[in-house]
């Protein structure tokens, strides 16, 4: 009989390693259903940083504020567009900015909505291997992309020469050479990246907010879609980012959101990209080019958000219009902490 009582132990334990581990859940009370409205109003000037947790628009600034972010990151280089405004940026086989004349030739990249830091248009200014690291100490290209209204913002040319003791190091000037400028942006603890502008002779700015006060930004951004034979081409879309440190994405258009509950969305297939989000969530119906069209806002789509302290929450969005004047671009959700 011992014997027996041992290998029935024994097979316990085996079959017991074999079953998914429960997800630990901080003790709290669920939350009470809340809506929102974010104004990023009729043009999409505005960008919105949102806290689930408090319920808050974190803060707003305007989407042409910046042109670059640098990141904060104590081991990380990576600068990014600022894809709000449909940057891109062209590497040339120039080392000194008074070179560069013209744009003939030049392969322009973006940055991908995912988030990806390798897939960014400025990947190359630096690379490290090992305790290696080096830079490519060519010129770029940038285009500054458009405003809200469509009209062009410009084009620099820039020099990334260095990072050193949390230091970023680069020269810029205009495509005449004119306004050449040397800059450093420090990198800021606490914060996932800082940002710089090119207007006003240069201008180093904290415009993101910390780190652990936002989940959500709502922005126009730049990705890639597809043509009907499977050609990419970047388009400039509205939606919702998420905050890349630790902010997971799941999303669901089976469960009526009102039904959702802890135990459904325990484990599902969370997603960290930027975008896991994104714009789908409202659908462009009738002509774009005529004029006569409207966006429909999928409310079946659900998105489980699962925050960087690892608090759950639902939620769906409702809207795209200012209910009084029906003026576009006032997303509007609703969402509930699990």
């Not at 009582?5 to 809340?34: N, Q, R």
């Not at 390798?118 to 458009?146: M, P």
């Not at 020269?171 to 040397?182: A, G, H, I, P, V």
Request: proline share 3%.
């Amino acid at each position: 009989m011992i014997k027996y009582a041992v290998y029935f132990l024994v097979l316990l334990v085996v079959l017991s390693s074999c079953f998914k581990e429960d997800t630990p859940i901080p003790p709290h009370e669920k939350g009470d259903l809340k809506e929102e409205i974010i104004p990023l109003t009729q043009y999409y000037v505005n960008q919105v940083y949102f806290n689930l947790s408090s319920g808050e628009q974190v803060s707003t600034n305007q989407k042409n504020d910046f042109d670059l972010s640098f990141s904060c990151d104590d081991t990380a280089s990576i600068i990014r567009l600022n894809t709000s405004t449909f940057m891109m940026a062209a590497l040339t086989e120039h080392t000194k900015l008074e070179e560069v004349t013209d744009t003939t030739g030049l392969i322009w990249e973006f940055d991908t909505s995912d988030g990806n830091p390798d897939s960014t248009a400025l990947k190359k200014w630096i690379s490290i291997e090992g305790a290696d690291t080096n830079y490519v100490n060519k010129v770029w290209v940038i285009n500054r992309g458009i405003n809200e209204l469509g009209f062009t913002l410009g084009l620099k040319k820039a020099l990334f020469t260095k990072l050193a003791n949390g230091k970023y190091y680069f020269t810029y000037s205009n495509m005449d050479n004119s306004d050449r400028k040397e800059m450093v942006v420090e990198k800021n603890s606490g914060y996932n990246y800082i940002q710089f502008s090119f207007e006003d002779g240069g201008v180093v700015e904290q415009i993101e907010p910390e780190t652990k006060n936002w989940d959500l930004l709502f922005t126009q951004y730049t990705t890639l879609l597809f043509t009907d034979v499977g050609d990419a081409y970047p388009y400039l879309v509205t939606g919702t980012l998420i905050n890349p440190a630790g902010t997971m994405v799941a999303f669901d258009s089976t469960m009526n959101f009102a039904d959702i509950v802890i135990d459904d969305v325990l484990f599902l297939d969370y997603s960290a990209n930027a975008d896991a989000i994104g714009y789908e969530w409202k659908l462009l119906v009738g002509d774009i080019n005529g004029g006569d069209f409207y966006y429909k806002t999928l409310t079946q789509y659900n998105y489980l958000i699962k925050s960087r302290e690892g608090i759950f929450y639902k939620l769906h969005f409702t809207g795209f219009y200012e209910k009084e004047t029906g003026e576009k671009g006032y997303p509007s959700f609703e969402y509930q902490r699990l």
